[in-house]
Nanobody, 123 residues
Framework: QVQLVESGGGLVQAGDSLRLSCVGSGDIFSNYAMGWFRQAPGKEREFVAAISGLGTRTYYADSVQGRFTTTRDNARNTVYLQMFNLKAEDTALYFC????????????????WGQGTQVTVSS
């Protein structure tokens, strides 16, 4: 069983930057691909980014490509989502997810997820 705890959300202005963190526990962190999803009120859950277990592969949604970067520090059991040039449409509950298979995340599926951290961008 894997537990995930996100942090770093907040209220920012359009154009600002923010870094989210997600700490995992309960199993060997590097065995899991990690991802970020988000969900805004009244909208479907949306894939944001994914990173493979060793951090050698990443993939981003078109809506965040070039503005968001995901990295991981397996020694700290932590995955990060660095967000630049935030826009009002980035406002959502962001939650990190984990799965043993990287390709599973790319199918918008995952085995474990956290409670989420709220990001609100004012325009």
């Amino acid at each position: 069983q894997v537990q995930l705890v996100e942090s770093g959300g907040g209220l920012v202005q359009a154009g600002d930057s923010l870094r989210l963190s997600c700490v995992g526990s309960g199993d060997i962190f590097s065995n899991y691909a990690m991802g970020w999803f988000r969900q805004a009120p009244g909208k479907e859950r949306e894939f944001v980014a994914a990173i493979s277990g060793l951090g050698t592969r990443t993939y981003y949604a078109d809506s965040v490509q070039g503005r968001f970067t995901t990295t991981r520090d397996n020694a700290r059991n932590t995955v990060y989502l660095q967000m630049f040039n935030l826009k009002a449409e980035d406002t959502a509950l962001y939650f990190c997810v984990a799965d043993r298979l990287y390709n599973t995340l790319l199918r918008n599926e995952y085995a474990y997820w956290g409670q989420g951290t709220q990001v609100t961008v004012s325009s």
